[in-house]
């Protein structure tokens, strides 16, 4: 059990090695996809300019829809899961309990988020950052939020999992550390919000397939 831990240098805490690559990866996840959001950003400032007026009007709601979904939503999420890693095992100087769903999420995150930015690039999905019908986007943008959303849902799960058997094994002994506690709440509100935005976007698919009218 020891080889699973090392000791911070710059805060002396318990850091659990599968933890800290979960942490990593999703922090990496969330910086690279708030660059792009902010390129589609800039995109989207320059061609305001009018003096510039660098996009078409077909490109322009192409990259205000990316940057919607980059920089106001997926990018969040990516660090709000990497602070779940966080507080619910280092924070409490306990292991990551199932690290093999940390992973689970973190991959659904990334091919939904990948599906999601190629489709909207490929201009199948002009729909802007709601995606609310009747503007249809192709069925494989919605599956991509599918994914995403599923992804996060599990990384906010794990949360809870953690600081159950934290408890258990003496992780802590009275209540939360104050980070542990808001990302109980941030956890709280984003398995609601998941939740109904997965479940919504299920007949949302079925209808750009024209399987629902």
């Given at each position: ?53 660098l996009l078409p009007l077909e490109h322009y709601y192409r990259f205000l829809t990316a940057h919607g979904v980059d920089a106001l939503l997926a990018w969040i999420i990516f660090f709000e899961i990497a602070l779940v ?129």
């Amino acid at each position: 059990m020891a080889n699973e831990f090392r000791i911070s240098s710059l805060s002396g805490l318990k850091i659990d090695r599968s933890s800290e690559l979960l942490i990593k990866w999703n922090l990496i996840a969330a910086l690279a996809t708030l660059a792009v959001g902010g390129l589609m950003g800039l995109g989207v400032v320059l061609t305001r300019w009018p003096s510039v007026h660098l996009l078409p009007l077909e490109h322009y709601y192409r990259f205000l829809t990316a940057h919607g979904v980059d920089a106001l939503l997926a990018w969040i999420i990516f660090f709000e899961i990497a602070l779940v890693h966080f507080t619910s095992s280092v924070l409490l100087g306990t292991r990551s309990y199932v690290p093999w769903l940390g992973w689970l999420s973190f991959i659904l995150m990334l091919v939904g988020g990948a599906l999601i930015n190629y489709v909207i690039l490929m201009g199948g999905a002009d729909v802007m950052f709601t995606s609310y019908a009747p503007l249809r986007a192709d069925p494989l943008y919605y599956f991509g939020v599918i994914l995403f959303a599923v992804g996060a849902l599990l990384g906010f799960i794990i949360f809870f999992i953690n600081v159950t058997l934290s408890k258990r094994d003496g992780g802590y002994k009275r209540s939360l550390p104050l980070g542990a506690f808001g990302l109980g709440a941030a956890s709280i509100i984003g398995v609601l919000t998941l939740g109904h935005g997965a479940a919504i976007f299920i007949p949302t698919l079925l209808w750009s397939m024209n399987l629902l009218d």
